[in-house]
């Protein structure tokens, strides 16, 4: 484990890399806290560990102090950079995934049927606290480009989308017939 019997005073810690925020390029940051590692030489994982844990944001300290709880022993830069890569991909991947939800629409030859499949597949790939961010005027935003039937689903009130998107199915199969 960790040994924080070490001078932090003897370097310069203003000057330290971090990376976070908009700051999330892990490569770059890399290259940056290496530079910066030999600039102020400090040679050792467990030393290096150290000033990594200073560097990142608190939701990646955690991952980083799981994983070396996990292994018992101080992570290598690499080690760390490739959790942080997963941490960030993941969320960039959520808020893709989100983002794609908020801005689907129904294309012109696609039947209801269809689009509640593509929009709940998408949906379902959400993490469960990531989905109460789409809401059934999601969905119903979704149905704009079908005037009759998104007029439908929006007056009629419905509080979960699955049941939005079983009345967006009725209300085409009734239109169909008519």
């Not at 530079?35 to 944001?57: L, Q």
């Not at 799981?66 to 942080?84: A, G, H, Q």
């Not at 149905?143 to 989308?161: C, F, H, Q, S, T």
């Amino acid at each position: 484990m960790r040994n924080n019997n070490f001078n932090c005073n003897r370097v310069d810690t203003g000057t330290l890399p971090r990376i976070g925020g908009s700051r999330r390029d892990a490569e770059i940051w890399k290259f940056k806290i290496n530079d910066w590692f030999k600039r102020e030489g400090i040679t050792t994982d467990e030393n290096k560990f150290s000033y990594i844990i200073t560097a990142v944001e608190d939701n990646i300290v955690r991952i980083l102090m799981e994983k070396e709880k996990e292994v018992n022993r101080p992570l290598t830069l690499d080690e760390c950079v490739k959790l942080i890569k997963k941490k960030y991909w993941r969320e960039n991947l959520k808020e893709d995934k989100l983002s794609q939800l908020k801005k689907i629409i129904i294309t012109p030859n696609e039947n209801v049927c269809d689009f509640n499949t593509r929009f709940l597949e998408l949906y379902d790939q959400l993490d469960f606290n990531d989905k109460s961010y789409i809401s059934v005027i999601d969905y119903e935003n979704a149905l704009r480009p079908r005037g009759r039937i998104y007029e439908m689903v929006a007056m009629a009130d419905v509080d979960n989308l699955e049941d939005a998107c079983r009345l967006a199915e009725n209300f085409e199969s009734i239109i169909n017939k008519s």
